[in-house]
């Protein structure tokens, strides 16, 4: 199983991206899919995750600018609005299921102050 994201980029602060990860096939047993961000020197955070039942959790830092939803059984999105600085980082999608967790690849956000 193969994570691609995507969607990163460099934005204004203020302004908004979408990320968008996806799984190459169908994940079975699958638990929940999220995000995560590492910015320069600091440890991998959970950014925001969606459980299989649709449960949600956020960051306190991302709440109410950040909302994460399935596309489908195989894609997970983060939107992301209000962007700050401190947003900054390469975020991770990560799907889980009951046998193991897989990554993607990382995507960069740069935002601009």
């Known amino acids: 199983v193969q994570l691609q994201a995507s969607g990163g980029g460099l934005v204004q602060a203020g302004g908004s991206l979408r990320l968008s990860c996806a799984a190459s096939?169908?994940?079975?047993?699958?638990?929940?899919m999220g995000w995560y961000r590492q910015a320069p020197g600091k440890q991998r955070e959970l950014v925001a995750s969606?459980?299989?039942?649709?449960?949600t959790d956020y960051a306190d830092s991302v709440k109410g600018r950040f909302t994460i939803s399935r596309a489908n059984i195989k894609i997970v999105i983060l939107q992301m609005n209000s962007l700050k600085p401190e947003d900054a980082a390469v975020y991770y999608c990560?799907?889980?299921?009951?046998?193991?967790?897989?990554w993607g690849q990382g995507t960069l956000v740069t935002v601009s102050s």
């Open positions: 990560k799907i889980s299921s009951t046998f193991q967790d897989y």
């Open positions: 096939t169908i994940i079975f047993g699958l638990t929940a």
């Open positions: 969606i459980s299989s039942g649709g449960t």
